[in-house]
């Protein structure tokens, strides 16, 4: 497959990079694989569960990519979700020293953290016809020049409080791209069981005991493909159902 891919999209200000490439593409069919637009501005930035997505001008990276896979099932929506979180993590390892690279992880289902503070997030939103995802509109925000935040943001961290160097933007995230053209063609060939191997090894707290919270509450469990709670229970949960509780 030809990994090239299309230059991005520059916005200057937008509500956000996902509504706008989400806009784009119902208006236009032809929009190409892994066309991405870059919002500096966001007026209104998303993340998980209807949070907000703080992002800095200039100083974070904020932008949203397209994933064409008309032979994806709605029900394996899971396999974007991973694809995105591998992709984004292995892609800020490359900028950090040997000895920090495991520091990385996968906080369910797809945020991006420095031990135990949070450094990227990414909100996938998916256009379906039937039992079938036409496509998916891969939103993602880095921290990556910030040197400070604001205090109300629980736990944040950018790439140059871990490296004290500071970073083009749009080099880092041509660099993220290249990774996905590598990354796009087992995927769209069904090729999704390495991918997610590699993430369950990643997965935020992946060992020992720890709050989850679902639909009837916050629990003690342990990660083992399955979660397995304090009392022995093995419980399994589709897409979202589970939220690793800070």
Same mark, same amino acid.
């Given at each position: 497959? !030809?990994?090239?891919?299309?230059?991005?999209? =520059?916005?200057?200000?937008?509500?956000?990079?996902?509504?706008? $490439?989400?806009?784009?593409? &119902?208006?236009?069919?032809? #929009?190409?694989?892994?066309?991405?637009?870059?919002? &500096?501005?966001?007026?209104?930035?998303?993340?998980?569960? %209807? !949070?907000?997505?703080?992002?800095?001008?200039?100083?974070? $990276?904020?932008? *949203?990519? $397209?994933?064409?896979?008309?032979? +994806? $099932?709605?029900?394996?929506?899971?396999?974007?979700?991973? #694809?995105?979180?591998?992709?984004?993590?292995?892609?800020?390892?490359?900028? #950090?020293?040997?000895?920090?690279? *495991?520091? +990385?992880? /996968?906080?369910?289902?797809?945020? @991006?953290?420095?031990?135990?503070?949070?450094?990227?997030? @990414?909100? =996938?939103?998916?256009? /379906?016809?039937?039992?079938? /995802?036409?496509? *998916?509109?891969? %939103? @993602? %925000? /880095?921290n990556i020049n910030e040197e400070s935040f604001p205090e109300d943001i629980p736990n944040p961290i950018s790439l140059r409080q871990i490296t004290g160097e500071c970073y083009d933007l749009e080099a880092v995230h041509a660099r993220i791209m290249k990774r996905f053209g590598f990354m796009i063609e087992p995927f769209l060939m069904g090729n999704y069981s390495e991918v997610h191997q590699r993430c369950m090894s990643r997965l935020f707290r992946r060992r020992g005991l720890h709050k989850y919270r679902d639909a009837n509450g916050v629990f003690l469990a342990e990660i083992k493909d399955v979660l397995a709670t304090e009392e022995g229970e093995l419980r399994t949960y589709t897409f979202k159902e589970v939220n690793v509780e800070l």
């Open positions: 497959m !030809n990994t090239s891919k299309p230059n991005p999209l =520059i916005v200057e200000e937008a509500l956000s990079s996902n509504s706008t $490439l989400f806009e784009l593409a &119902q208006h236009d069919r032809e #929009l190409p694989q892994l066309y991405s637009v870059i919002v &500096q501005r966001q007026t209104a930035g998303r993340g998980q569960r %209807g !949070n907000s997505w703080h992002s800095e001008e200039r100083q974070s $990276l904020t932008f *949203s990519f $397209l994933i064409r896979s008309s032979g +994806l $099932l709605a029900s394996e929506q899971y396999a974007v979700s991973e #694809l995105a979180a591998y992709g984004v993590m292995k892609t800020l390892a490359r900028y #950090l020293p040997e000895e920090k690279k *495991s520091l +990385l992880s /996968i906080k369910w289902p797809n945020d @991006i953290y420095y031990e135990e503070r949070k450094i990227a997030g @990414i909100l =996938i939103e998916h256009s /379906i016809t039937g039992t079938h /995802i036409d496509y *998916s509109v891969v %939103g @993602i %925000g /880095i």
